[in-house]
């Protein structure tokens, strides 16, 4: 089977009969199953893109927080002993 008719397959369980006889006999069909399976594949390839961006993104986040807390403290300490800078 190929791998757009059990994509379809899959996601249409219930239908599985019908689909393959849709399958294979119309060319339409089988375009509709090609341009699905493409398009899950992309979206799978998004969403793990996605998912690695949105970590990077936490990640720089606190980065961002523990250096601006940082920052703070070195301007209050300088500030409250009177050092030179």
């Given at each position: 089977?190929?791998?757009?008719l059990i994509?379809?397959?899959?996601?249409?369980?219930?239908?599985?009969?019908?689909?393959?006889?849709?399958?294979?006999?119309?060319e339409?069909?089988r375009?509709?199953?090609l341009?699905?399976?493409?398009?899950?594949?992309?979206?799978?390839?998004?969403e793990?893109?996605m998912k690695t961006?949105?970590?990077r993104?936490?990640?720089?986040?606190e980065?961002?927080?523990?250096?601006?807390e940082?920052?703070?403290?070195?301007?209050?300490?300088?500030?409250?002993?009177?050092?030179p800078?």
């Open positions: 089977m190929r791998a757009e994509c379809i397959v899959e996601n249409f369980a219930s239908q599985k009969e019908i689909v393959k006889h849709l399958y294979e006999c119309s339409e069909f375009m509709l199953c341009d699905y399976f493409h398009c899950i594949r992309t979206l799978e390839k998004w793990a893109t961006y949105t970590q993104i936490e990640e720089f986040t980065l961002k927080r523990i250096l601006e940082k920052t703070l403290q070195y301007i209050n300490n300088k500030t409250v002993n009177n050092d800078i």
